[in-house]
Nanobody
Framework: QVQLVESGGGLVQPGGSLKLSCTVS????????MSWNRQAPGAERELVAV???????AYGDSVKGRFTISRDNAKNTAYVQMNNLKPEDTAVYYC???????????WGQGTQVTVSS
């Protein structure tokens, strides 16, 4: 079955960095656009960054210039490098895979990122 497993979350001080990974199995990774999304307590889930199957990227306004999304098709893994983290970046981060062929999508279970001194 399809599995998306996020890792790399944790507690970091303001101004610090984290790199999240999303390793995918059970599908043809190169045929999927990948995105990172986040949800803070009491808030809607929001798009953080997306990378197409061809490597084109786009970012939410709140993370532009601080976050970088990437993918390694050989490792079936998507990443987001998060720099200059702020307390408002605190959320559960989820990866999402969407087929460029069928439009079907899959979510990971989420990883907690907490930015606090």
């Amino acid at each position: 079955q399809v599995q998306l497993v996020e890792s790399g979350g944790g507690l970091v001080q303001p101004g610090g960095s984290l790199k999240l990974s999303c390793t995918v199995s059970g599908l043809t990774f190169s045929e999927y656009a990948m995105s990172w999304n986040r949800q803070a307590p009491g808030a809607e889930r929001e798009l953080v960054a997306v990378i197409t199957s061809g490597g084109t990227t786009a970012y939410g306004d709140s993370v532009k210039g601080r976050f970088t999304i990437s993918r390694d098709n050989a490792k079936n893994t998507a990443y987001v490098q998060m720099n200059n983290l702020k307390p408002e970046d605190t959320a559960v981060y989820y990866c999402h895979a969407v087929s460029i062929i069928s439009g079907s999508g899959y979510w990971g279970q989420g990883t907690q990122v907490t930015v606090s001194s």
